[in-house]
Structures are given as C-alpha cells and as structure tokens.
C-alpha cells in the first residue's frame, strides 16, 4: 500500500508531496517530522520521497515548523501540525493520520497535513473584534477564510461547476491564479473552462477522503439519546445531534469538519452564487451557522460527553466501521 503525506502552511504557499514506506508511517508522528521532514530536502529528493521540484518549498516549511538552540531542533512553540482536520499526536503512530482513498480503481493512504498557528480560531469576524482585533487573530481569521476558500473552489470544480476561461469573474481571479500558479487547475479545450490537474486530483481526493472519515467516525453522533439512567442510545430519531460538541472534546477542527462534511453531503449545492460569498467571513457564518447554535461543551459537561464519545466508538467497533 503506497502512502501520500502532503503538507502545506496554513496559507498554502508551500506545499510538499512526501511518498512514504510502511516503515515510515510506523513510527510515532513526532519523530517522523524530526527524523523526515528535518532531513535534507536535497537527500529527500534525491530518493523520491520528495519531487525534486518541491525542494524549495521543503526548505521554507522547515523553517516555518523549527527552530534549532544548543541542545538541537525544536519544534517551535507557536506551531503544531494538524492532520486531516485534527491536531496531530506527536506519539501515536503517524499511520493513525491516514485514510484510505482510491484513484483509477488503485487504493492508497493519504493523509493531508498542516503547518498551523497556535492561535484562537473563529470564523465570525465579529469574535475576532469582540477579543480585541489583534494583529494575530486577524491573520487567524484570514487563513481561515483563505483555507475555505480553496476547499471550494478546488471541490466546485472536480464537481462539473464550470468556469468559463473567455469570461473574467473579479471573484474568481485570485483562486484562479493561486491555483494556475501551483499547477492545480488546467484548460479543457473543449469545454473552454478549467478542470483540475493530477495534482489538483490528488488534493481533491485528499479533502474528500477527510470528509469521508469525518462522516464514517462522527456521523453516529447525529442522533444521540441519553435518559434518565444514563444509558446512551444511537439512531433511535428521537436523540439530538452532539457531533459539533463531539467534535470539539476530540479535538477536531468543528468548522473545518462541518464544511467538509456539507460538501461531501451536498448542502451547499444549491448556491450557485457561491463565487460572490465564498471567499468572505460572513458567508462561511451563514453556511456554518449551526456550528453556532450548536449544544456546547459548558452545557453538556466533559465528563458526559467523554462518555458519549467512548460509547459512540464502542458502537462503531460493534458494527465493524472502525477498528
């Protein structure tokens, strides 16, 4: 089985494509990024665990993730690394952070991984002003939007959404270059609109694959009854839906979650106006709106839902959806 480690910064400048051994992914996540990823970029490409064009791009995210004092590397303080969606455990076998995709009938592992900024994240940028509009949460807020951004309109494209390259869309114009200019996105000539590159397939299948796994771990969530012994019950439609406060005690992007999972549900379907929002705060307010109006951690309690959760896994084990 072959695995597909991509890892981006937040503002996807930089982006390497690692091709790694059972061997690799063996071992825990946190000495991967110090015995691989801290290699030289030069070493890595020369043994095809890295294309010889990413080289460059390699080099920036080390400097990016390390830093380095008497004793050796470090990881630095104000970064961490998320793995499809979800903040990566330096212990657990790197493996763990993989799905599993397909591509022309051949199945592989893929895993899409990110240099983040430990910093409070909110989509609303009414949060950011209400905690102050600091430089830092600003920059929070815009990466985030960014992300979404991309998400979009690389997932509206691999979908049959058609943008006419004779025709200039002021909204369209910075994702169009971005994505020209990293090579995901080309020109069907008989269609005369973009369609997306092998590359441009692989980071699709890559948030595809993550939304898959979202749905396949946390769906079980949408449905939850707990009476008044206790006792915890899934699927019987009298339950509510917890996945959003699930998400969050198991440290799982909500946003993040919520917006793959409405892609790949196809909620957001029916906006066909989609370049005038999607690239703004607010318009990822109104589709995410129930992140919201969500139940909270504060109502619920940890304690309950840890137990919902390790019964809602439980089930899952059960039923043989995860293992």
């Keep these: 089985m072959q695995y597909i480690l991509s890892l981006n910064d937040e503002n996807r400048q930089h982006l390497v494509v690692f091709t790694l051994r059972e061997s690799d992914v063996k071992r825990a996540a946190g000495?991967?990024?110090?015995?691989?990823?801290?290699?030289?970029?030069?070493?890595?490409?020369?043994?095809?665990?890295?294309?010889?064009g990413q080289v460059d791009d390699l080099?920036?995210?080390?400097?990016?993730?390390?830093?380095?004092?008497?004793?050796?590397?470090?990881?630095?303080?104000?970064?961490?690394?998320?793995?499809?969606?979800?903040?990566?455990?330096?212990?657990?076998?790197?493996?763990?952070?993989?799905?599993?995709?397909?591509?022309d009938g051949?199945?592989?592992m893929i895993c899409d991984a990110m240099v983040r900024t430990n910093a409070t994240n909110s989509i609303a940028s009414e949060d950011v002003a209400a905690s102050g509009a600091d430089e830092g949460q600003e920059s929070s807020l815009t990466d985030r939007v960014d992300a979404f951004a991309r998400i979009f309109?690389?997932?509206?494209?691999?979908?049959?959404?058609?943008?006419?390259?004779?025709?200039?869309?002021?909204?369209?114009?910075?994702s169009i270059a971005e994505a020209e200019k990293h090579n995901w996105i080309e020109i069907d000539v008989q269609k005369a609109?973009?369609?997306?590159?092998?590359?441009?397939?692989?980071?699709?299948?890559?948030?595809?694959?993550?939304?898959?796994?979202?749905?396949?771990?946390?769906?079980?969530y949408g449905d939850v009854d707990v009476d008044y012994?206790?006792?915890?019950?899934?699927?019987?439609?009298?339950?509510?839906?917890?996945?959003?406060?699930?998400f969050e005690?198991?440290?799982?992007?909500?946003?993040?979650?919520?917006?793959?999972?409405?892609?790949?549900?196809?909620?957001?379907?029916?906006?066909?106006?989609w370049p005038s929002f999607y690239k703004t705060a607010e318009g990822y307010e109104m589709l995410l709106r129930d992140v919201s109006y969500a139940p909270s951690l504060e109502e619920l309690g940890r304690d309950q839902l840890k137990r919902i959760l390790d019964a809602g896994k439980a089930q899952l084990r059960v039923d043989g959806r995860i293992s």
């Excluded at 990881?75 to 979800?86: E, P």
């Excluded at 309109?153 to 910075?174: C, H, M, Q």
């Excluded at 890559?206 to 079980?220: G, S, T, V």
Aim: aromatic share 12%; no cysteine.
């Design 106 to 108: 051949v199945k592989f």
């Design 193 to 220: 609109a973009y369609k997306l590159t092998a590359e441009g397939q692989k980071m699709y299948a890559a948030y595809k694959a993550e939304a898959q796994d979202l749905i396949k771990r946390y769906d079980i």
């Design 229 to 246: 012994s206790g006792s915890i019950r899934f699927d019987t439609g009298l339950g509510r839906d917890l996945r959003i406060p699930i």
């Design 249 to 273: 005690i198991d440290r799982v992007d909500p946003f993040r979650a919520r917006f793959l999972i409405g892609l790949s549900d196809g909620d957001f379907d029916s906006y066909q106006d």
């Design 59 to 103: 080099t920036a995210l080390q400097h990016l993730i390390f830093d380095q004092d008497k004793d050796g590397i470090f990881i630095r303080n104000d970064k961490s690394i998320w793995a499809n969606g979800k903040e990566l455990d330096p212990d657990a076998p790197l493996k763990n952070a993989f799905v599993e995709s397909q591509r």
């Design 153 to 174: 309109f690389i997932w509206r494209i691999a979908n049959g959404y058609l943008i006419d390259v004779t025709k200039e869309d002021p909204s369209l114009i910075d």
């Design 31 to 52: 000495d991967f990024f110090f015995d691989i990823v801290a290699n030289s970029p030069e070493d890595l490409s020369e043994d095809e665990t890295i294309p010889k």
